[in-house]
Structure formats: C-alpha cells, structure tokens
C-alpha cells in the first residue's frame, strides 16, 4: 500500500511507515505559502503545480495547491497509532464521499475519527462536526484536544447555543436534525457520525436527515461496529445515506433481491414448501459474497480486535451464570405475561420485529419489561418489601453478590465493574446489596431525574480507578466512554437485544493496556453474564410461551435476549468477514 497523503508521509519519518509495511512518499516542496506561514508575512496568493510530473499524487495540474500551516499539523507519532488507524486514515483520503468506519469495540474509535478531523484540517483547513450519544461527547473533546492541540473545539449543547465556528463542533443527533445546515453555512464541511447505526432506519429522522443534507457537506465518517442491526439490509441503508445514492448497489429492492439471502433459498426447494410465505421471505443472511464484498469494500473499513497487536488487551474469560428463579418470582412472571396486550402479543410473535419495536418492548411499561425487572428483583412488583427480602427472594442478585465478595476475598488487586441495563431490578437492588456487605462501591449513572451530578459521577470513576473503592456499578449512562483499566472482573446482571451495546458493557473493564502491573500470562479477566433461567417444571401456560418466544422449551425472556443479540452478532461479524474476503461460519459474542 502506497501512503502518499503529505499530512503524514511530511510528518513522520519513513523508517516508521516501513515499520508498518507502508511505503513512504517524499513531503512536497514548501510552496510560498508555507515559507510565508514560517517566516510570519502575508502570503502571496496560492501556487499553481507547474506542468511536468506533478508532485502531489492525486492533484490535478493547474489547480491551486492549499498550503497546510504548521499549527494545523497532526500530532501524532506513527508508533502511537495502530496498523489499522493508518490503513483507516489512507482510506479515508481516498474515498469520494469520505468512509464508513466499522470499527469494533476496543479499537480506539474516537482517536480514529480524531486523526480523520485533523487530516481534513491540515490538508484543506476544512472543520469538523462531531454527532455523537451525550455519553460519548466528553471524550470527543479530549481526544481532539489530544490530537489536534492547537485545534478550537466546542460542544453545542442544546439547540439554542450559538455556534462559535470552531475547528471542531459536536453535537448530538437531535441538533443535527434540526440544524446541520447551520453548521454547513458556518464552514463545516466534514461530518463525523459516532454510533452511525442510529441512521440505518429509513423511516427515522436521522437516515433522512443525513440524505437530505448530504449534498451541504464534502465529506461524511460514519462509525459503528454494527453494520447491521436489525436485518442484513442495514448496511444497504447506511452507504446510501453516506453517498447521498451515489453507489453501484442499485436501489433498495435490486440489493435485496441479489445480495440477501431469504429462509426459503437457504432451505431449498422441499422445505420451502412445507413454509409460509412469510417464513420463506425472511431475510437469514448474504448470498453472491464475493461479489458484495467488493463492492462494500469501497465504503467501508472494517477492523477489529484481531487487527490489534498480541496483547493488547488483558484476555477475556467469559462465563455464562444460569440462576433459577425463585417460586416467588415464577408466581409474579407469570402474572406479569398474563397481563400483555394484543398488541404487544402481535409484535412479539412477528417475525418482521424491528429495532424500534423492540425498544419499545424492552423500556414500555408492558408485560415484557416488567418481567425483565422481576427477573432483576421481586420488588418490582410490590410497594412493601425492602431490599434485603427483595434480595433473599432473588437469586440472581444474591448470586452476583456473593461471586463479587468472593473474588475480593480471593484476589489482591481485585477491581469489579457490575454493568446493568436496568436502574429499578438493577441499580438499586445491586447497591442495597453491596451496602448491606459493607463492600466499598461507587455509582456511575445517568445525570437525569434521580441521578447523579457530573462531579459525583467522576468522584466515583477515580475512587474506583485509584484502587480506593473495589466496585463501580455503571448504568446505561456509563456504557460509553468509560474506562476502568485495571479491573479484574464484570459481572454483566441482565442482557441487551444489541451485541455490541452487551460488548460496550463489558469492555468497559477491559481496556487496553490493562492490568500492566501483571505478569502477561496473569493480565486475564473475568467476564460473568448472570442470565435467569426457568424452573425445570415452570407450570407455563403453552400460549404464554409462544407470547415471549419460548416454543423450543421453558426459556426465560432473559436467555432469549441473549440468543437473540448472538444471531445478530453472528450475522455482523459475517458481513464484516465478507468485506474483508475471508467470511467464517461461527463467530462467538
């Protein structure tokens, strides 16, 4: 691979790129401009490139050549930055309409978009705008500081802040909605988009957000490590939104019909028989592969943790805990799946499920969430019980809490993060618990009604960071951006429909780098997924287990989130496999 972008090949020393298997090309000569930027005089007006062999690969003759100032360089040693990150930044000088980054859990997304900023900055003096979940805004503007120094950044926090014009402006998803073209009249000509995912949905205001103003801006950086959420067409919808339809997939309906993969094809020509025609049609996955991926490859740049370096990270050691449920909590589930509307009945025992159903499903105040928070505690339910009997009729909380003060009685340097997607079954019975055992713990939730200030969210991050607390209980709020190096287990309470929200979770303690004071063969993990399963004689009703999905046997609503967030991980991981040209068959959450 050829790295010929100045932005790099001027500031960084060959022997470094040839380090990484990247042939290095010479910096241009300093044009005017540049000797004018050093020597602090008005520059004269921009070179031509004289006719001949041109210096700049990719720069047409007689075009004026945009000097890049000192103070707009990328700092940024080539030994800080991983193969991938350089391979990424390579791609996304090249692309027509930017890349789509699907970058995995781990594999420094937000430097990555970083050095993609200060690029555009140093090459074209274009600004960047950041869209981004409030949880990860912070760390955007650190990584920018980090990367671009000299650099002026501002998070526009509501829908009234006056825009500065800074290098750098982030905002979240509904600002951008409402005002993306005010950004593109202020000069903002790069837009990044965190969890791009989130514009995967035609029928959502983002997808026709990021179409409908594509053609204000020069270039678009979707990131996500999902490129497919609730179904294989996803990533169809996602490189349509980035070109604004400038791509060879054809239209929606020639994608499907030459690149999906229906039920009915995979089963063959007998069993499709013996199917509905609304089981034939689902889609199931990726047909002419090789093809697709060629031609996903142009908008797309996919790396994972097998693209980092041999321990990078400490190792994982997944274990799965099945807890049976109490008579108690039996008694109220079954009350609760009793209870369920038609409507909900419909959705859930419709295959077309979609994302924004299950949403719905999972944070409704309906039959399913609440049985999700019975499985999290039986307090749920009633007005008159306090933790420590919501605790003893629990067996999945008293099994969380006893495998966590164990660990801290076993191991020296031991360091708990306990993740949670639920605040009521979740949150409060787990910190009733470690309270009641005099285990030191901090909270790191959300900043909303009945949460917590910013200065108390971190005051708990650094106490547990500094060894001075042994567990932090992080809510949803915590998933993204939060770093706990050295911790030596995660005890995940619930599931999550989404694979990489479930990996978020639990990398939020595996970090790289992590556990260096450790011997290498010593720097492992422990990761606990606690998952309530069924009695042995549940007494469900037949027609309450078709209502969740239960026709194979008695499975808890719990393990069929989990099966579900696997089969969407396992459909991801295989298109990601397809674009990079080595598909597997099997791929693990």
């Known amino acids: 691979m050829n790295f010929t972008h100045r932005h790099l090949a001027g500031y960084w020393a060959a022997e470094s790129l040839e380090k990484l298997g990247v ?77 789509i980054f699907s970058h995995g859990t781990g594999t420094g997304k937000t430097r990555t978009s970083a050095l993609a900023a200060a690029r555009v900055r140093s090459e074209t003096g274009g600004k960047t705008l950041v869209v981004a979940p409030a949880g990860t805004r912070a760390n955007y503007e650190k990584g920018h500081h980090k990367w671009m120094p000299d650099a002026k950044t501002q ?55 990021m179409k409908e103003f594509r053609h204000l801006f020069k270039r678009y950086t979707p990131m996500t490590a999902s490129l497919t959420s609730t179904s294989p067409e996803d990533v169809y919808q996602l490189v349509d939104a980035m070109t ?21 094809e995979e089963a063959g020509f007998l069993k499709r028989r013996r199917m509905t025609k609304r089981e034939a ?69 419709s295959d077309a499920l979609t994302d924004a159903d299950l ?14 928070a019975v499985s999290g505690g039986v307090h749920t339910m009633t ?8 605790i003893k009729h629990t067996p999945k909380a008293r099994r969380l809490l006893e495998d966590a003060e164990a660990h801290i009685g076993e191991v020296g340097d031991a360091k708990i993060i306990i993740v949670t997607n639920l605040i009521k079954g979740g949150v409060d019975i787990i910190e009733a618990g470690l309270k009641a055992r005099g285990i030191s713990y901090g909270v790191f939730r959300g900043k909303g009604k009945g949460g917590t200030s910013e200065k108390e969210r971190q005051a708990a991050l650094t106490a547990f960071q500094d060894g001075d607390q042994k567990v932090l209980l992080v809510s949803p709020a915590g998933f993204e951006g939060l ?36 011997a290498p063969k010593d720097r ?66």
């Open 23 to 99: 042939s290095a090309v010479p910096a241009p000569p300093a044009t005017p401009r540049v000797e004018a930027e050093r020597l602090k005089t008005p520059p004269p007006r921009a070179a031509k490139i004289p006719r001949g062999p041109s210096p700049l690969k990719g720069m047409k003759r007689g075009k004026a050549v945009r000097a890049v100032p000192q103070a707009a360089r990328i700092k940024a040693p080539l030994d800080e930055m991983f193969p991938h990150q350089v391979k990424a930044l390579a791609r996304h000088a090249k692309g027509k309409h930017g890349i």
């Open 155 to 209: 998070i526009v926090a509501t829908g009234k802040t006056p825009i500065r014009g800074d290098d750098v402006a982030i905002i979240s998803y509904e600002a951008w909605k409402t005002r993306g073209p005010e950004f593109a009249a202020k000069g903002y000509d790069h837009v990044v988009f965190d969890e791009a995912h989130k514009g995967k949905d035609p029928e959502r205001g983002v997808f026709k957000s």
């Open 244 to 264: 604004g339809g400038d791509h060879d997939l054809g239209s929606s309906s020639e994608f499907r019909k030459r690149y999906l993969m229906t039920a009915g």
């Open 483 to 518: 770093d706990g190096p050295n911790a030596t287990m995660v005890q995940s309470y619930d599931p999550h429909f989404n694979p990489e929200r479930v990996r978020q979770a639990e990398a939020r303690g595996r970090r790289a780098g992590g556990l260096k004071h450790r």
């Open 383 to 390: 007005t008159d019980l306090n933790f420590e009997d919501a």
């Open 524 to 589: 492992r993990v422990l990761v606990k997924r606690y998952v309530t399963k069924m009695p042995e004689k549940s007494g469900l009703a037949a027609s309450l287990k078709r209502l969740v999905g239960m026709e194979d046997g008695d499975q808890h609503v719990e393990q069929k989130i989990y099966a579900r967030a696997q089969q969407r991980h396992q459909l991801n991981q295989r298109l990601k496999g397809i674009i990079r040209g080595r598909p597997r068959r099997e791929y693990t959450l």
């Open 281 to 349: 049609g689902k889609i199931v996955g990726f047909k002419n592969e090789e093809e697709l991926g060629a031609k996903l490859k142009k908008f797309i740049h996919v790396a994972d943790e097998e693209d980092l370096p041999k321990g990078t990270f400490p190792t994982a050691v997944p274990e799965t805990v099945e807890v049976e449920m109490s008579p108690d909590q039996l008694a109220l589930y079954k009350h609760v799946l009793r209870t369920t509307g038609p409507g909900v009945r419909e959705r859930l025992e």
């Open 359 to 372: 949403v719905k499903l999972q944070k409704g105040y309906n039959s399913l969430s609440k049985a999700r």
